[in-house]
């Protein structure tokens, strides 16, 4: 097949993208497909003549063009297929705060949160108690997330989000297990158990850092919590809107009741990522799942 692979756009990610995008191009190339890069941030007023020329794209984005939905929109009215979610899913997936309104809806246990889309007063206090988390709503890759142990050390965390021109996302600090889960086509894929080997949360250094973090799939868990998580995973992704992959992030109290945190439309895929690692867990090769996600694409 001919492939256009878009990775690379404009968001803080953009570099975790291109290192993806460098995996996925070696591994479809190996399997025989011919395989076009194409960065949005540098050429992206090319981007239908380019779809248009290939059989089916493999968007490989995080944050802005692609978890947002834009390129997603723009493919769909030139009739080109991609892999994953379509744009009103991103989207919603994509704004954290607009998925755990979903999620609590839908009677799925979220941490509490607080929205704050604009720099609150001077005399405003936050809702939650600490110790909580600041996160940038629309950030991914653990990109501009502060653990706040104590509300004077809260104003900072709001100044560095607000200054990169984000929205804050409040959360409850649950204490517990950090579990990820994947779909793939309709069916969920084994949990991962994550183990931070440095800090006390799962950071981006502890995310993309050699030795980081420890990731144990199949997660050793009891099978009603793996099969807890797995069908909460899957509720998530339909809730949503979501077609052919997404993964979705856990605490994992002791209590053994799954907390959703959020629900990733364009997961990281190296081949060590997450889902890579769930895939192989039931048989799929990395070329494999790269195969199938774009086979779901194209049936769509």
Not at 25 to 41: C, I, M, N, Q, Y
Request: hydrophobic share 45%.
């Amino acid at each position: 097949m001919r492939i256009l692979l878009i990775a690379g756009g404009w968001s803080s990610e953009r570099e975790v993208s291109l290192r993806g995008a460098a995996g996925i191009a070696k591994a479809l190339a190996e399997r025989g497909h011919s395989v076009t890069a194409f960065d949005p941030a540098v050429e992206f007023e090319a981007l239908l003549e380019k779809a248009a020329a290939h059989d089916v794209v493999f968007i490989n984005l995080h944050g802005a063009p692609g978890e947002d939905g834009l390129i997603q929109g723009m493919l769909d009215r030139a009739g080109c297929p991609y892999q994953g979610a379509g744009p009103a899913a991103s989207m919603l997936a994509l704004h954290k705060a607009a998925a755990k309104q979903l999620f609590r809806r839908a009677g799925l246990l979220t941490p509490d949160w607080e929205f704050l889309p604009i720099p609150p007063p001077a005399d405003w206090r936050p809702a939650l108690s600490c110790p909580l988390f600041a996160k940038a709503n629309t950030g991914g890759s653990s990109l501009r997330l502060a653990r706040v142990e104590h509300e004077p050390a809260l104003a900072e965390a709001l100044r560095d989000i607000f200054a990169a021109g984000e929205e804050v996302l409040l959360e409850a600090a649950v204490s517990g297990q950090d579990v990820t889960c994947g779909v793939l086509g309709d069916e969920a894929l084994p949990p991962v158990l994550i183990q931070p080997l440095e800090g006390r949360y799962f950071d981006y250094n502890s995310k993309y850092r050699q030795g980081g973090a420890r990731e144990l799939c199949p997660a050793p868990l009891p099978e009603a919590i793996t099969r807890r998580l797995m069908d909460i995973a899957l509720m998530a992704h339909r809730l949503l809107g979501i077609k052919g992959y997404s993964r979705a992030d856990f605490i994992l109290p002791a209590d053994g009741m799954p907390c959703l945190l959020e629900v990733n439309t364009l997961p990281g895929m190296t081949p060590t990522s997450l889902i890579p690692q769930e895939a192989a867990a039931v048989g799929l090769s990395f070329g494999e799942l790269l195969e199938r996600l774009l086979e779901l694409g194209m049936r769509r």
